[in-house]
Nanobody, 122 residues
Framework: QVQLVESGGGLVQAGGSLRLSCAAS????????MGWYRQAPGKQRELVAR???????NYADSVKGRFTISRNNAKNTVYLQMNFLKHEDTAVYYC????????????????WGQGTQVTVSS
């Protein structure tokens, strides 16, 4: 069974940095894209950053210039470097994997991580 394992969340001061990691564990053959989404209380989940297996990226306007997404395809791992954090970045951050293909099967599906809390004090 393939699972997404997240790490790196926590409490930081405004202006600080955090680095989130998410690794797909298990019998993965390929993953088309991986990304990070976030959801603040009372608000809808939104895309933060996304990266394809080919390296194409897109970011929410609110994080451009501050966050950087990267990916290690060999390790099926995605990272989100968050710099110059703001109070409004506070949310639960969810790792996402699109188009996961499991070795030895025709399975192709999306996965979500359990979510990790990021809190930025003002």
């Amino acid at each position: 069974q393939v699972q997404l394992v997240e790490s790196g969340g926590g409490l930081v001061q405004a202006g600080g940095s955090l680095r989130l990691s998410c690794a797909a564990s298990g019998s993965v053959f390929s993953i088309n894209a991986m990304g990070w989404y976030r959801q603040a209380p009372g608000k809808q989940r939104e895309l933060v950053a996304r990266i394809t297996s080919g390296g194409s990226t897109n970011y929410a306007d609110s994080v451009k210039g501050r966050f950087t997404i990267s990916r290690n395809n060999a390790k099926n791992t995605v990272y989100l470097q968050m710099n110059f954090l703001k109070h409004e970045d506070t949310a639960v951050y969810y790792c996402n994997a699109e188009g996961v293909v499991v070795r030895g099967t025709w399975s192709r599906y999306d996965l979500w991580g359990q979510g990790t809390q990021v809190t930025v004090s003002s």
